[in-house]
């Protein structure tokens, strides 16, 4: 539903995430929804992040749908993905479609990993073990509480967040404190200068990119 959805291809240097990287489509992608059944539950809860993800992007409904599908679960793995996987791939294609070398609207499918690449060379500096699912999931909590704070987001949306990916059984509580992830944030890839392109959440399904400096990243 994510990475191999879109043609970018990165590699990390020098602490910083994907920082080298070329576009190129593949001829085809193969989705095998029977390689899920072999994935311990900690990967399986990885892609339902990135799915939600997707979906607080671009699909308010299907993030309604697969909030109840998935929360308070005991046995994800016997639920079926495959509606979920179909539209979040759907989303992610018509945006790559829409600017394929990431100028403007591709910038959207960050959500969530500003301050999930932070929390990750975190982890790798204070050896750490945390998943990227577990980063995006914690660093979209994160978001949707400044957006809330800057007055993007409406009242209780970050809660509702949190809420539902707890239900979800994804990682919600920031492993690391603001000041150390702050310092991260100036290795990130979409910094420019003293400001960063940050995925702001306006509500469930409506997401917009817009530059802040890094001093304002504060909760």
Same mark, same amino acid.
């Given at each position: @539903?994510?990475? !191999?959805?879109?043609? $970018?291809?990165? @590699?990390?240097?020098?602490?910083?995430?994907? %920082?080298?990287?070329?576009?190129?489509?593949?001829?085809? @992608?193969?989705?095998?929804?029977?390689?899920?059944?072999?994935?311990?539950?900690?990967?399986?809860? &990885?892609?339902? !992040?990135?799915? /939600?993800?997707?979906?607080?992007?671009?699909?308010?409904?299907?993030?309604?749908?697969?909030?109840?599908?998935? #929360?308070?679960?005991? &046995? *994800?793995?016997?639920?079926?993905?495959? =509606?979920?996987?179909?539209?979040?791939?759907? *989303? $992610?294609? =018509?945006?790559?479609?829409?600017?394929?070398?990431?100028?403007?609207?591709? +910038?959207?499918?960050?959500?969530?990993?500003?301050?999930?690449?932070? *929390?990750?060379?975190?982890?790798?500096?204070?050896?750490?073990?945390?998943?990227?699912?577990?980063?995006?999931?914690?660093?979209?909590?994160?978001?949707?509480? /400044?957006?809330? +704070?800057?007055?993007?987001?409406?009242? #209780?949306?970050?809660?509702?967040?949190?809420?539902?990916?707890?239900?979800?059984?994804? @990682?919600? +509580?920031?492993?690391?404190?603001?000041?150390?992830? =702050?310092?991260? /944030?100036? &290795?990130?890839? +979409?910094?420019?200068?003293?400001?960063?392109?940050?995925?702001? %959440?306006?509500?469930? #399904?409506?997401? !917009?990119?817009?530059? %802040?400096? /890094?001093?304002? *990243?504060?909760?």
């Amino acid at each position: @539903v994510d990475a !191999s959805i879109g043609g $970018k291809n990165g @590699v990390n240097h020098n602490g910083f995430k994907n %920082i080298i990287g070329t576009f190129c489509l593949p001829e085809f @992608v193969r989705i095998n929804t029977a390689f899920l059944e072999t994935l311990p539950v900690r990967e399986l809860r &990885n892609g339902i !992040s990135e799915l /939600l993800k997707t979906f607080i992007i671009g699909n308010r409904a299907a993030y309604s749908e697969a909030v109840t599908e998935f #929360g308070h679960s005991e &046995n *994800i793995s016997g639920i079926s993905w495959v =509606q979920y996987i179909s539209m979040a791939a759907g *989303i $992610k294609s =018509q945006i790559v479609e829409n600017d394929f070398r990431d100028g403007g609207e591709r +910038k959207k499918l960050n959500l969530g990993h500003s301050f999930g690449h932070a *929390i990750e060379r975190c982890a790798a500096a204070e050896n750490v073990d945390i998943s990227h699912g577990e980063a995006v999931s914690m660093g979209i909590v994160i978001a949707a509480r /400044l957006s809330e +704070k800057m007055g993007i987001a409406s009242s #209780g949306t970050a809660g509702r967040i949190e809420k539902d990916f707890a239900s979800c059984g994804l @990682v919600t +509580k920031p492993a690391f404190g603001m000041e150390m992830l =702050q310092d991260a /944030l100036r &290795n990130d890839k +979409k910094r420019n200068g003293d400001s960063l392109d940050f995925v702001f %959440i306006r509500d469930i #399904g409506d997401v !917009s990119v817009r530059k %802040i400096r /890094l001093e304002d *990243i504060r909760l």
